[in-house]
């Protein structure tokens, strides 16, 4: 999984060697991730029957405790550098949001420390994982469409039969 990624046959590989790595279900991942049922095994199919989108691709990565890193790749570079052309606009400035000191290097091998290992093999840190997606994904959504999603959970609650103990 140190390996750096340049397709998205690439990312799918890598997604479901952390699924080995991680030894859990694909049940398992769609719980998490707040996918619905059997929807995991569409995206890491062989041949994957559904692509990974903007929302699912976030889910993903949080279920299974991944984070994306835009770095420069060398070797890319140096195959398209002669063709790139000056802006002729003036340039914004660099997004706040992308760190200054990332390298400029595609990274060799990344290293997992001791507290980021005990982090990831703690009880319900997944479970916290997904659960700050779902909160995440309900601000950038808008009021009207929240009601709308929990009308049709709730209808879809009251649809189920009860289970008499």
């Known amino acids: 999984m140190t390996a750096p990624i340049r397709s998205m046959p690439e990312l799918l590989?890598?997604?479901?060697?952390?699924?080995?790595?991680?030894?859990?279900?694909?049940?398992?991942?769609?719980?998490?991730?707040g996918l619905q049922s059997g929807y995991t095994s569409k995206l890491l199919a062989p041949t994957p029957i559904k692509n990974l989108g903007a929302m699912s691709m976030g889910a993903l990565l949080g279920a299974l405790g991944m984070a994306l890193v835009a770095v420069p790749d060398p070797d890319a570079v140096a195959q398209v550098q002669t063709r790139w052309q000056k802006r002729k606009r003036p340039q914004k400035l660099p997004s706040p949001s992308i760190s200054p000191s990332i390298d400029n290097?595609?990274?060799?091998?990344?290293?997992?420390?001791?507290?980021l290992q005990r982090l990831l093999h703690r009880p319900g840190y997944m479970r916290e994982i997904g659960l700050r997606g779902n909160l995440k994904r309900n601000q950038k959504l808008s009021r009207w469409k929240r009601s709308v999603l929990a009308r049709r959970a709730a209808k879809a609650r009251w649809a189920r039969e009860e289970v008499s103990a």
């Open 13 to 33: 590989d890598a997604l479901r060697a952390r699924r080995d790595e991680l030894n859990i279900s694909h049940e398992t991942i769609d719980n998490i991730a």
């Open 105 to 115: 290097i595609v990274p060799k091998q990344i290293q997992v420390t001791p507290d």
